[in-house]
């Protein structure tokens, strides 16, 4: 700024070398602070008190959908999203605050969250101050001569926020599993002592010969089964809450699809629930722990089997499974015609302990958002009440960039229709 001050004030006494020098320097200048810019990884305007665009930089061109020319265009009617226009007008007339954030979420084609940032920047007007004083002479100036500008800065956040979200589910997974597994394993040890006594109970009988023995020996069959159950219960549980790290391997995706449906088989024929299934031939293998894929699709099944169940009606009771190949990535859909969700539940089933059901623990959900993180994976459901849930699953073969701002190219100003809803975990 003292620098193009100082070169104003002795332009008209500069030789013709010296001015392409400074026009030069002054080139350089600009360059170096347009490519600062373009390496901010969001949006970036700079735009005058009277909202109209000074500065994009590249992110920002893409953001708004202009190739070419953006100097004069008012930034809030070039904004495609209306909502992200109010955020943003009503930051701009809370300017006595130097830097102001908010946090939108949109619809979009998928939920988006964005970081509005509002930075208040008072620029001196050369025009009406180098009338008034000698430049060299003063610092200050008077404040009629102020422009005000603003350096808006938009930021895709959804990954972010999508990952902090993760981590505190993951978490709060993490530390009901330690106290559930404490208590659990504090249950095996009684119930430990009781399967001892019981086996001597067993070797006694063995030497009594009274008239009640017959009736003794079916009361204790049935403690000693139920002690068997609650044990097998305790184990089952330990099992699957112990947190385990994937052990992954080259498999078919379709081959545990094939396998998981085989040990649902009995369960679906008896419920009188129709499959079908649409492989993708010859898709790729990929690196997945078979165990934990397999404890992941009896959890969406199961929910796909309950969900029909409680729609109660005896018609259409189908589940479809497919897979398909993308470039980077497997998906693997599970679609039912149950009872469906709307959509302020199908924001909470990722929760722990969400459940709609008499019986329901509400980690299944949980169970399956956990095994998808350890699988570079995606799980999208989308739901309408009364007409079905479908899952989607998707499997990437190298971990995934984060979402910039440049990927939204053909942003939608459209919600989703409102009966049918998504969710991300
Ligand atoms: N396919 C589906 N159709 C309709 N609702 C579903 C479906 N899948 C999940 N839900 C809803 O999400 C909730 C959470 O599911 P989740 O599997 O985590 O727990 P749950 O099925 O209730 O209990 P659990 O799996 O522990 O037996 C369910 O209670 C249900 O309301
Ligand atoms: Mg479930």
Redesign the pocket.
Same mark, same amino acid.
């Given at each position: 700024m003292l620098f193009q001050k100082r070169i104003l004030s002795k332009l008209s006494h500069m030789r013709k070398e010296e001015l392409q020098k400074m026009i030069m320097t002054l080139v350089n200048q600009n360059n170096h602070l347009i490519n600062g810019l373009n390496a901010f990884p969001g949006a970036l305007f700079i735009i005058n008190n009277e909202h109209f665009i000074d500065f994009a930089n590249d992110v920002g061109k893409k953001f708004l959908n202009i190739e070419g020319r953006y100097y004069g265009r008012s930034l809030l009617k070039t904004l495609w999203s209306p909502e992200i226009a109010t955020a943003l007008s009503t930051m701009l007339s809370h300017t006595d605050q130097a830097v102001q954030y908010k946090d939108i979420s949109l619809f979009l084609r998928t939920p988006k969250d964005f970081l509005i940032g509002v930075f208040h920047v008072h620029r001196f007007n050369e025009h009406k101050k180098q009338k008034k004083t000698n430049i060299s002479s003063t610092h200050t100036t008077p404040k009629a001569s102020r422009e005000q500008n603003f350096l808006i800065t938009i930021n895709d956040v959804s990954d972010f926020k999508r990952r902090y979200l993760e981590e505190s589910q993951e978490n709060s997974i993490n530390s009901l599993t330690m106290l559930t597994s404490g208590i659990a394993h504090e249950i095996k040890n009684p119930l430990s002592a009781l399967d001892l006594h019981l086996q001597l109970i067993s070797r006694t009988f063995k030497k009594i010969h009274t008239p009640e023995k017959k009736e003794l020996e079916e009361l204790f069959s049935i403690v000693n089964h139920e002690v068997r159950r609650l044990d097998s219960i305790l184990n089952d549980f330990l099992q699957s809450f112990r947190p385990r790290k994937a052990i992954k391997k080259s498999e078919h995706l379709n081959d545990i699809v094939i396998l998981t449906l085989d040990l649902l088989r009995a369960k679906l024929e008896d419920k009188k629930i129709k499959t079908t299934l649409s492989l993708a031939p010859k898709l790729k293998t990929t690196l997945l722990d078979k165990n934990l894929i397999e404890q992941l699709l009896l959890?969406i099944i199961?929910?796909?089997i309950?969900?029909i169940e409680e729609k109660g009606s005896d018609e259409n009771k189908l589940i479809s499974i497919e897979t398909t190949e993308q470039p980077d990535h497997l998906t693997l859909t599970i679609k039912?015609t $149950?009872? @469906?969700?709307k959509e302020e539940?199908l924001a909470k089933?990722f929760n722990p302990f969400?459940?709609?059901?008499k019986m329901?623990? $509400?980690? @299944?959900?949980?169970i399956v958002s956990r095994i998808m993180r350890e699988h570079n994976g995606e799980i999208i459901v989308e739901?309408r009440a009364g007409t079905g849930?479908k899952v989607i699953l998707e499997f990437y073969h190298h971990p995934r960039k984060m979402l910039m701002l440049e990927n939204l190219s053909t942003p939608s100003t459209h919600p989703p229709p409102k009966t049918e809803a998504r969710s991300r975990a």
């Open positions: 959890n199961e929910n796909s309950e969900a039912d $149950g009872i @469906g969700m539940h089933i969400y459940t709609s059901k329901g623990t $509400g980690l @299944g959900l949980s739901s849930t």
